[in-house]
């Protein structure tokens, strides 16, 4: 949100009486309609006395036709469009840098937060299908992460703080709007056909501004998604997956990357927490609700292959065991490296192994194609762009550095 001197009527009493600061220059903030759900800015109209079936007006202006100038929507009268012009605006978070890849990669590092501000990021990766053009955008909902896994740079640079909604749907508005910038505001389309909640941080700890943003994604008066081209991907927060089974209907990806406790304790810390027997159990529950919607025929099994580490044929039978009661899609991420990480990629023979033991199982698996490391490096680990400046990130750089001259002195 931002701050601009607006008219008296738009102030509250309680500044008005303020002897120390006159009427016309009480600077207030603007209301951000960016982010606002169907509901939540349905009650925004109303409580400034309106019909509550402008929001839906207003929210296809801004999702449908990427129009942030009220002046532009034209089925809104004047005098309301006025009124909005004074108390509110639709602004999405500022773009420090962007990267347009030859591939259709496209990339942008947006500052959120005032001042400074934090930088987060946030990736378009097209892809032919089947059904056709795929254009999946990888979305951050935290600047950096409290969950601390060990092969994460995001997680290394500790939790800053949440995304608000506007934050969160800006990058999805962002990804469609570069592709209509130069198209007449009636004749634009949405490009973005799938949304992985897959960027910086854990969703399923900024939950009510992520669900809401799920709401916009899948809300036929914004995005109109399916809900299978909808995909929150969580490291296993157990209640809040069930939180979320009562109260959205999207596709559900684990973070799974170890497939006993003790190896998952040491990766994916959360796991000390909620241990695997739950983390499944969750995710049984997800697939049972109401019978098999088609967004729930399966869980997406996200495992990261860390050289030596996890990637064992053993791993590979313990995984077996693990999911046999679990309709899952695996898919092996290969370790995307980044300064100063305590493990490597496992090389390309042992993942093709464990992706055939887990085939010839029964399982689907797939093996996340990794297009340059500089494209990959757009989900979760974000750390190299990002400016880190966390105690954690420092203390990280301390325990490398004593390390490093550890091994130094042994010569
Ligand atoms: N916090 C959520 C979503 C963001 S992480 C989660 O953990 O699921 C998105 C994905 O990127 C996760 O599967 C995560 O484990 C993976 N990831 C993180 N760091 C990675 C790295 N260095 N190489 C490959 N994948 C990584
Ligand atoms: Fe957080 Fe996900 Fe990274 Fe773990 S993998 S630290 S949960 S962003």
Redesign the pocket.
Known sequence: MSTEVVAVSAVSAEQLQSPSAPAQQIAVEKVNLLGMSRPQMEKFFEDMGEKKFRAGQVMKWIHQFFVTDFAQMTNISGKLREKLEKICEIKAPEVVHKNYSKDGTRKWVFRVGDGEGSLVETVLIPAEHRSGLRRTLCISSQVG?A?D?S????GKQGFQRDLSQAEIIGQLWMANYSYMEDVPVLERERSVTNVV???????LLNYDAVLNSMRTMLDDFAYGMSKRRVTL???GVVPKIDQMVKDIDVAL???L?APNDELRNELVPINKKYPLEQLIAACQRYIAKDGNESSRKHVTI?Y?MLDGVNDHPEHAQQMIRLLKNLPSKINL??????PH?PYGRSSRNRIISFQKTLSDAGFVCTIRQTRGDDI?AA???LVGQVADRTRRAEQWKKKVAQQNEILRSQG
């Not at 092969?151 to 995001?154: I, K």
């Not at 909640?197 to 969703?203: A, L, Q, S």
Request: glycine content about 8%; hydrophobic content about 35%; aromatic content about 8%.
């Open positions: 992460c969950l896994c092969f994460c740079s995001t909640m897959m960027g910086m941080g854990e969703p991907s969580t490291s990806a684990i973070s990357h996200e990261v991420i290969p370790f995307n490296p980044f990480a990959d989900c979760g680990q």
